[in-house]
């Protein structure tokens, strides 16, 4: 499965929604914010569904992953350019992330909780390198994923200000060395265990 894109506009009133293109869905949480002081609130989050790809692009078996809240610019040369805050999914498979709140090329603006508009990929572990990581002093490291040769389309995915996950319903605060792991061969073992 090489990189795969879209717009989408998602209908908060109709939730559950699936993307079979993607192997995603799409559920309204509401999610415990990490400091337990305020209300919860409710949030569209993705999830992977690699069971609904076709056969030409199953990617087998997605029991666990890491959801992570961060920032995340996608840069594609066949014009896409994305960015702003959103979610990375990491599964022992593949990479999926949606860009909920920020633009698209062109000044299209996202956004969920308004528009319903946001932007999804999704493409395989195997198919980037290991990332380049630009360490800063007080804030969360930078992960830059570059797509390996050959690729139909090459890009570029940066994930920045990694500081928050979101598992069964309750944010956590996420770590450099938790990226380290999750990207990791004993952390993809762990991710394809049921």
């Known amino acids: 499965m090489a990189l795969k894109t879209a717009s989408l506009t998602i209908d908060r009133s109709r939730l559950p ?3 079979d293109d993607l192997g995603i869905r799409f559920e309204l949480h509401s999610v415990a914010k990490i400091k337990a002081d305020g209300p919860a609130r409710d949030m569209v989050l993705l999830r992977p569904a690699g069971a609904l790809l076709r056969a030409e692009s199953a990617v087998g078996p997605e029991p666990r992953w890491n959801h992570i809240l961060c920032g995340i610019r996608m840069k594609a040369l066949d014009g896409t350019d994305v960015q702003g805050a959103g979610q990375l999914i990491i599964t022992g498979q593949r990479f999926i992330g949606m860009v909920d709140s920020g633009t698209a090329a062109g ?7 308004t528009t319903g508009a946001a932007f999804c ?4 572990r195997d198919d980037v390198y290991q990332p380049e990581i630009t360490k800063h002093r007080l804030t969360p490291s930078d992960f830059a994923f570059r797509s390996k040769e050959p690729q139909p389309v090459a890009f570029r995915l940066q994930v920045f200000s990694a500081v928050a996950y979101v598992a069964n319903d309750k944010m956590g605060y996420w770590y450099d060395k938790n990226m380290l792991h999750c990207l990791s061969e004993e952390g993809r073992r762990g991710l394809l265990q049921a």
């Open 17 to 19: 929604q699936k993307w």
């Open 107 to 113: 000044g299209r603006k996202l956004s969920t909780n």
């Open 121 to 124: 990929f999704t493409f395989r």
